[in-house]
């Protein structure tokens, strides 16, 4: 079985408040693209989970989330385990790892899939969900992704209309990796006193909520309205500790074409939104000629409105 793990970028993302839990309180909106990985998955005779993956980056033991989604499956579903035997998992890196783009969280819920399909448990989508939250805050959404409000730890999910052929020109440093942990941690000590420290109180965390004008322009389905409503809290500790990234991004804003850059998740990975295909095709060559740094991978790709899928 062949499945397709697609991307996402944020097209916002506020942190809210501070959580007993330790994580923080969110709301963003999260788009899927047609930036994706391949997994394939057979069943073997002994009860074992086997992950392959060339990619020099990505471990194949048990930190790698490809590993602990079979693991959750085979711990929940013992009997199916009997029954069908384990499974082995190969990975086709095509995301940038460590990109604030969900690469290895959107593996995780292809494995989820793969596994309910490949064991006929018969999970509906929330259950798969469910599952996710345990693995990680975006594995959820990667399910069945499109354009989706995230709140919570950003596992609760409520669909928006979905994004269709907005294209997208992404840059990320490949030398460069930004712990998610440390951008939130940093993001803490820095603004921590500014927001909600006790996210409970209902009242005060719809006020504290911005999110308003882009969902408007998400629901008008206005390329350029959205565009402009971009907002990413963690720029604002990422930016200033990645000089790089701070620069690509002024690039991406400067060039004639694009209708509105932001970086996406904790980063690195930046984006610039499009109104057509050749734009973002000219714009990807003019950056290219501007920063020839090998380093440096340009993807242009577009949004999409689904999440995994089996590849028929
Ligand atoms: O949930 P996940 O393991 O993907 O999160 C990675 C890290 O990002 C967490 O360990 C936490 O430090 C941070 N995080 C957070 N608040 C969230 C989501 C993630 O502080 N809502």
Known sequence: MKLIAPAKINLYLEIIGNRPD???????ILQSIDLADEIELHSISDETIRVHCSHPQVPTDKSNLIYRAAELMATKFPQALAKHGGVEITLNKHIP???????????????LVGIDLLWNLGLTQ???????????????????GGTVIATGRGEQLSPLPSLDHIYIVLGKYRSLEVS?????????????STYL???NDLAARAAAVHSGPIVKAILEKDAVAIAQKLHNDLEKVVLPSYPQVLQLRELFASQPGVIGTM??????SVFA???TQQQAEQIQQQVRQIIPDEDLELFVTRTIAHGVKVDS
């Open 197 to 199: 420290q006790d996210t």
């Open 273 to 275: 939104l499009c109104e």
């Open 263 to 268: 970086m996406s998740g904790s980063g690195p």
């Open 22 to 28: 330790g994580y923080h309180e969110l709301v963003m």
């Open 126 to 144: 929330t259950e798969l969900e469910d599952l996710g939250a345990i693995l990680g805050s975006d594995v959820p959404f990667c399910v069945a």
């Open 97 to 111: 790892v460590a990109a604030g783009l969900a690469g290895g969280s959107t593996n995780a819920a292809a494995v």
């Open 180 to 192: 998610t942990a440390w951008a939130y941690t940093t993001y803490r000590q820095e603004f921590g």
